[in-house]
């Protein structure tokens, strides 16, 4: 059984939006629960955004002392864009893909 059936997470779109419109929160108890198990290292491989010179790039977290390895050469305006898309990749790794009229937050991310 998934973490998603255990868990009983469901794809709800209002939820998708609501953390495009404030990935900063905050966020309502279903989005605020939605999170933790996207951002847990036991369920879902950890993505991050890192500031550099070109702006944001995101970046997947493998493990103490190992290093990051940048997800692709995309770079992000803002912190704001960044953590858009580390969402986006996170939901479609947790649901199959993202909401079909989500726009330009397809994100991907290389699995090791």
């Given at each position: 059984m ?22 900063g ?7 605020a ?80």
């Open positions: 998934s973490v998603v059936e255990q868990l009983d997470l469901r794809p709800r779109r209002e939820l998708f939006d609501e953390f495009m419109r404030n990935p929160g905050p966020h309502c108890p279903e989005l629960r939605l999170l933790k198990v996207m951002r847990s290292r036991t369920t879902m491989p950890w993505v991050a955004a890192v500031e550099g010179p070109a702006g944001y790039r995101l970046v997947g977290l493998s493990g103490r002392g190992r290093p990051l390895e940048f997800l692709s050469d995309e770079s992000f305006a803002s912190l704001h864009e960044a953590e858009t898309a580390a969402f986006a990749i996170r939901w479609r790794q947790l649901f199959g893909q993202v909401p079909p009229d989500a726009g330009s937050c397809q994100g991907t991310m290389h699995q090791a």
